[in-house]
């Protein structure tokens, strides 16, 4: 994991540049009306400011598609050129024109990166701390915006503050920027995948998951190539092997699906649950569509039924390692070295079609999946197919699984259709996760298909999502290397690439709703104009005059005030980190949203009743600070955390790039009106507004927003496309 870190934390330096970019703006804007004149111009001035929107705006349209071409690390290269280059534009600046040039090629930057970094995290980080790593971009914004009003608030000291100068000084950190993004960012390693490199795609996950066995993550991000799959949630009773099921009912052997463990003739077998619907999970909550309820998604019930039957922290697991399974036939009792073994049959193994494939290096000889090196036994292997994996007691190891205590494997079934013909035989793909444990789990009788079986204390449920396999290859490929799917090339995946139709899929367009919806909110609820106009609110407020007394000029004070303001947000932030992959995503929002909506209802009510201005000015800026942090807790970091989470790979890239268009032009539209509406309905008139569009966000958030934590990205997306699928149908 300290690989993922790093990589997480250098990609966020395009994110404290964003945050220190507009911290500087903010301050210098003080000076710039001055100088050229647009204290009677308002518009001018709110042009000024909304010009790196209109930039972000700009670049986000085209940067969704070009990072699924070129690359998430070529973008945020792209990014820290364009913070260089505005850095000395505007340490130039001889007119208002020229700046508003600077501020145009400024938004290009940071556009990329509030686009990309979330991105680019999601897709390297591991499932269980994916949350706290994606937090990062937030507290890097925040942690620019401090250390910029802290420069910004030395250099108004000075008798004649040099604006230019607080503007240009973006040029160094860009440079450190570009030096990380070159020489130490990897490649997306689901990108990678993505195009068929997956030589690389190993390197890079060994790089920064610090182990050399990644196969199981590895097959997990070809599965992930496969959009709108139809899945189904079934339901499984796990326990040890006593042959029974094979003795006395054959034909229940079909279904059930084998466990392998370290040791010769420790063996579990995974049987699954008749009479289950086809949500499983779900149904045993009572039906999808919430009753009490009845306007929550179904959806959230789907995603939350799941996250409520997890076990909870210390009870046991087993752990299935890194499983794969067998067309029928027994398999030695041998290691697998995936990667080096020469085979003589290359001919007819699948290849890559792109130029530059370095045919002994970079194309799949072997499986993705490969055996952990344990001693196995016979396998008995059944029509059923078999998965086999490292278990150790019963009890938890961290092995060969896909994250958050998943487990990914397949099971080859006979008389289904492979490539559309019958007859045959084709793998089904099923991620696997225990469930929580119940009271009634030991001594319940259980509906398995060898006949009832007594849930004793070796015994659990585990659910099971099923769909067919992303690359599935012919049936002559299977019998030849009796390994799984994920052994054959994505090439034919890669080939196809993404289209506008895949937008259309179901689980597509209900993930694109949540994401376009909470960015629209998020915007909405005020954050950018509050931070953008942090300084003139304060001395709206008074709060510059109070603080007059200190001798400090009126600018200078609500500098200090907003530096402050800025520092306080850092262990707000801080918190949303603890409890991002703890609480989760939607409990975050839910629990901080509502001191948020009081904190602006406070705001509206200082500035309407008439009162001292001591105590105006101290209850605005308690006000104001508390607005801040509850929104840094949770609905400044989860809106582009989820956002990064929700989408399939191949269409990732454009689907986020929607979403932060719909972020940049809401913050245009914030941030340009907010100097006509404080001269219009005032500041109460402008608070009241937030505080409106905040309720709507919890609403919107408590019907339609789903929990994330804990689960590997491809799974995510298999249910939004299953539940959206079933709504639909």
Excluded at 129 to 141: C, E, K, M
Excluded at 311 to 332: A, E, I, R, V
Aim: one cysteine or more; charged letters at 15%; hydrophobic letters at 45%.
């Amino acid at each position: 994991m300290g690989g993922a870190v790093w990589v997480a934390i250098a990609a966020t330096i395009g994110n404290f540049l964003q945050g220190w970019d507009n911290a500087t703006i903010a301050g210098a804007v003080l000076y710039i009306k001055k100088e050229f004149n647009l204290e009677s111009d308002p518009k001018m001035e709110g042009l000024l400011l909304a010009m790196s929107l209109i930039g972000s705006t700009v670049i986000t349209t085209c940067s969704g598609s070009v990072a699924d071409w070129l690359g998430r690390r070529i973008m945020m290269i792209l990014s820290s050129i364009c913070f260089f280059i505005c850095g000395l534009i505007m340490l130039w600046s001889p007119n208002i024109y020229v700046l508003l040039l600077a501020r145009l090629v400024d938004g290009f930057g940071g556009g990329l990166a509030v686009t990309l970094v979330p991105l680019y995290i999601s897709e390297t980080a591991p499932t269980e701390t994916r949350g706290l790593l994606n937090t990062f971009p937030q507290f890097a914004v925040s942690t620019g915006m401090f250390l910029s009003y802290c420069m910004v608030f030395g250099m108004s000291l000075a008798e004649t503050p040099n604006w230019r100068l607080m503007l240009g000084v973006l040029v160094i950190p860009s440079v450190l920027y570009f030096v990380l993004a070159v020489f130490y960012l990897p490649e997306s390693p689901r990108w990678l995948v993505s195009k068929g490199r997956m030589a690389e795609a190993k390197k890079v996950l060994q790089q920064l998951r610090g182990m050399e066995d990644v196969s199981a993550e590895l097959a997990l991000l070809v599965e992930g190539l496969q959009v709108g799959t139809d899945a189904t949630v079934e339901e499984y009773i796990i326990e040890p092997d006593t042959g029974l099921t094979d003795d006395h009912d054959p034909a229940a052997a079909k279904d059930e699906i084998k466990l392998y463990g370290s040791e010769e003739g420790h063996t579990w077998v995974a049987r699954p649950v008749t009479g289950q619907s086809m949500l499983g999970i779900a149904s045993r909550h009572g039906s999808i569509q919430n009753p009490n309820v009845p306007l929550v998604d179904p959806l959230v019930t789907l995603f939350g039924s799941v996250h409520e039957r997890l076990p909870d922290q210390g009870s046991n697991f087993l752990n299935f390692g890194s499983m794969f399974s067998t067309g029928g036939k027994d398999t030695k009792n041998e290691e697998w070295d995936v990667e080096n073994i020469h085979r003589d049959d290359d001919d007819d193994y699948a290849r890559d079609d792109d130029d530059d494939y370095v045919r002994d290096e970079e194309n799949i000889q072997t499986p993705l999946m490969s055996r952990q090196t344990t001693s196995m036994g016979k396998t008995n292997a059944t029509p059923g197919g078999s998965m086999f994996g490292s278990i150790k007691g019963g009890s938890f190891v961290d092995g060969g699984g896909i994250g958050g205590g998943w487990q990914l494997a397949w099971q080859w079934t006979e008389n289904e259709g492979v490539n559309g013909k019958k007859g045959g035989g084709g793998f089904k793909r099923i991620y696997l996760h225990q469930e929580m444990e119940s009271d009634s789990k030991r001594g319940s009788i259980v509906s398995v298909p060898g006949g009832d079986v007594t849930g004793e204390n070796e015994s659990f449920r585990a659910a099971a999502l099923v769909s067919q396999p992303a690359v599935c290859p012919p049936k002559e490929l299977t019998d030849q290397h009796v390994i799984g799917p994920s052994m054959a090339h994505p090439s034919e995946s890669v080939g196809r690439g993404s289209s506008w139709r895949d937008l259309m899929e179901p689980g597509v367009r209900r993930a694109l709703v949540v994401g376009i919806g909470i960015q629209f909110l998020e915007q909405f609820s005020g954050i950018s104009g509050v931070l953008s106009y942090t300084p003139q609110i304060l001395q709206q407020a008074g709060v510059s005059d109070m603080l007059s007394n200190l001798g400090l000029e009126p600018a200078s004070a609500s500098l200090l005030l907003s530096g402050f303001i800025a520092l306080l947000m850092l262990p707000s932030i801080a918190v949303a980190m603890r409890l991002m992959d703890v609480s989760g995503r939607r409990t975050l929002l839910l629990t901080t949203i509502p001191p948020l909506i009081l904190s602006l209802l406070v705001l509206v009510l200082v500035n309407l009743i008439e009162t001292s201005s001591i105590v105006h000015a101290v209850m605005s800026t308690v006000s104001l600070l508390l607005y801040i942090c509850f929104f840094m807790m949770a609905f400044a970091p989860v809106p582009n955390i989820l956002c990064a989470e929700i989408f399939p790979t191949r269409v990732r890239g454009v689907c986020i790039a929607i979403c932060a268009l719909t972020f940049w032009i809401s913050d245009i539209i914030v941030t340009d009106t907010l100097p006509l509406l404080l001269n219009s309905v005032g500041i109460a008139g402008v608070f009241g507004i937030y505080a409106v569009f905040a309720v709507i966000a919890w609403v919107f958030i408590f019907l339609k927003v789903p929990e994330t934590k804990g689960m590997p990205l491809e799974v995510i997306t298999e249910f939004f496309a299953l539940g959206a699928k079933k709504i639909t149908d």
